[in-house]
């Protein structure tokens, strides 16, 4: 509560949440060889999010340290369900190699306080496994995926949340019609994998890891328009004991992304007389590029005390990461006129 404010509609209305969630998570996955040279794996996976905590009522608020607003806000029981389901065949083509396609779905079932409430993404992918000796394998995959809403509300927390008056006030300067919220917003993803594992001695396993993840926000007007990353990386394992095994792993990640965006000043000129909107002008767009690179690297240990009764594993993780974002078209924007 901002403390300089005096006025009886701040005070707490709950000594605490005395919230109430169940969850719900199943997982069923079915694995069968038709033949020597065909596997088919077939998983679905289920998870419920039900928050039946009350909603509260507030009669006033105060954002930060903005005036006192006495429109009536209610809080919101957010809850959704995800539903995951893919299938993937597996067939060899020759004694090295093994070919692989499948399909995978996942659908997301939101509250009507989120922007879109039904949420499909689904695409095929493919792999190709192969084993270049005994000791050493190579894996290549290819993944695309699209992601399509049933429909965007950029009102929808302000209807859940607000009054009449709150709502009204909301679809005239309270969100840009346009913008997409990148979780909930319509995209094409290609994703590149490869993965190279070599047994080099009894004692020594190593591996190494890399991908290519490109994402396009196709139907995003205003927010993330397109995001690039890519990752490598790559871990040792040794076994200097038979009761002893000691990881070593470093991962090093890089990420761009695009942000379009519009700055809507309020204005007082338009009828009727001292009613405030929001000024849509094109001259004020803005855009801005977010670069990030992260660092994992660490260590890990596991000491089996009791052969298949009783391990003890330890280690240490070590993150590092830097972001730095560029914006352009800010120097440009035009105000909108004072009220007189």
């Known amino acids: 509560i901002n403390e300089t404010i005096a006025s009886p509609g701040l005070t707490l209305l709950e000594e605490d949440l005395d919230g109430e969630v169940h969850t719900l998570l199943g997982n069923l996955v079915v694995s069968v060889d038709p033949t020597p040279d065909l596997d088919l794996d077939l998983r679905y ?15 006033e608020h105060v954002g930060n340290d903005a005036p006192l607003e006495t429109g009536a806000r209610r809080s919101v029981a957010n809850d959704y369900s995800v539903h995951k389901a893919s299938i993937d065949a597996g067939y ?32 095929p992918r493919a792999k190709l496994d192969y084993r270049l000796s005994s000791s050493t394998s190579l894996a290549l995959g290819y993944a695309f995926l699209t992601r399509d809403g049933d429909g965007y509300d950029p009102f929808a927390y302000f209807d859940a949340t607000l009054d009449a008056d709150g709502r009204d006030a909301a679809r ?25 594992r070599s047994r080099l001695a009894e ?38 004991m038979s009761r ?31 009613e405030i909107v929001a000024i ?31 391990e003890l594993w330890f280690g240490y993780d070590f993150h590092y990461g830097r972001e730095r974002t560029t914006a352009s078209g800010i120097e440009g924007l035009v105000p909108a006129a004072p009220p007189t």
Not at 176 to 194: C, I, M, S, T, V
Not at 209 to 236: K, Q
Not at 244 to 261: K, M, T
Not at 284 to 299: E, K, V
Request: with cysteine; charged share 30%.
């Open 45 to 59: 996976r289920v998870y419920r999010y039900d928050n039946r905590s009350d909603e509260i009522l507030f009669p």
């Open 92 to 123: 060899a083509l020759s004694s090295r190699l093994t070919g692989h396609l499948g399909y995978s779905w996942e659908f997301w079932d939101r509250s009507s306080d989120r922007q879109v409430q039904n949420l499909h993404e689904h695409g």
């Open 172 to 196: 005239r300067f309270g969100e840009l019609p346009g913008l997409r919220k990148f979780d909930q917003a319509d995209r094409n993803r290609h994703r590149f994998d490869f993965l190279s």
């Open 203 to 240: 004692w020594l396993e190593f591996s190494l890891a890399g991908g290519l993840d490109v994402s396009d926000y196709r139907n995003s007007s205003f927010g993330i328009t397109e995001e690039r990353a890519w990752n490598i990386g790559g871990e040792a394992y040794l076994r200097p």
């Open 244 to 274: 002893v095994g000691i990881g070593l792993f470093y991962d090093f990640e890089a990420s761009r992304s695009e942000l379009d965006s519009r700055w809507r000043p309020r204005s007082f000129f338009v009828p009727p007389p001292g």
């Open 280 to 310: 849509d002008d094109p001259s004020n767009d803005w855009s801005s590029r977010t670069r990030a690179y992260f660092h994992t690297l660490g260590w890990q240990c596991d000491v089996t005390l009791i052969p298949e009764r009783l």
